[in-house]
């Protein structure tokens, strides 16, 4: 199951219908609530949130990503913006006010900080996925421990592949929806150009 994916409670549940059309509404009203709505379901997820369910909570036929960019808009000047990564939107803090946050706000137990060589083994991963541990020692020159994999996996930044076409058939690591999601990528082809070296 990935983050932006997972199964959220149905809104009509327990028995009350839930009035997404909102027709009593003048048109301008409408789409207010609806921006409303959207942000509301955005603020209160600690996960991305897909389009599918987005659209759970307005009219049919309206236009999710259009609520989306008005959104956009009305925060342009806030210190917050609306992302959209892995599959969904969420909101984010702008880089910008990075030191800040640090400066005053508990932020709690960091578990993504990450040593060189795990971020130099995450980036490996990234760039040529499906990679076995074979394929990780031929970049980096020398063995890549399993302690080193079994961290980035228990941060869920990496999961298993399809088995390497080696002898013995291998086990490959790929990379997560929660890479994507903590990287701020939408997709794997948002990942930067790799710049090679001549020497």
């Known amino acids: 199951m990935t983050v932006a994916t997972r199964k959220r409670k149905p809104a009509d549940e327990g028995g009350t219908v839930f009035d997404r059309e909102l027709d009593q509404l003048p048109q301008e009203l ?10 509301a379901v955005l603020f209160a997820s600690a996960s991305p949130v897909g389009r599918d369910d987005l659209a759970r909570v307005v009219g049919q036929g309206v236009s ?5 960019e008005d959104i956009q808009t009305e925060l342009a000047g806030r210190p917050y913006e609306l992302s959209q990564v892995s599959g969904g939107w969420t909101f984010r803090t702008k880089t910008k006010f990075a030191d800040a946050i640090k400066a005053a706000a508990d932020l709690g137990e960091q578990s993504l900080a990450f040593t060189e060589m795990e971020m130099g083994v995450l980036c490996a991963i990234a760039y040529h996925q499906p990679i076995d541990r074979a394929g990780l020692a031929n970049i980096f020159g020398k063995e890549v421990s ?3 994999l079994s961290r980035l996996r228990y ?4 999961a298993s592949g399809p088995r390497a076409p080696r002898p013995g058939a291998p086990h490959t690591f790929v990379t997560t929806e929660t890479f994507l999601a903590i990287f701020d990528l939408q997709s794997l082809r948002d990942l930067p150009e790799l710049e090679l070296s001549n020497s």
């Open 30 to 39: 409408r789409w207010r609530e609806w921006m409303g709505r959207i942000e």
């Open 64 to 68: 999710v990503e259009m609520l989306i």
């Open 146 to 148: 399993r302690d080193l």
């Open 155 to 158: 941060k869920d930044l990496i």
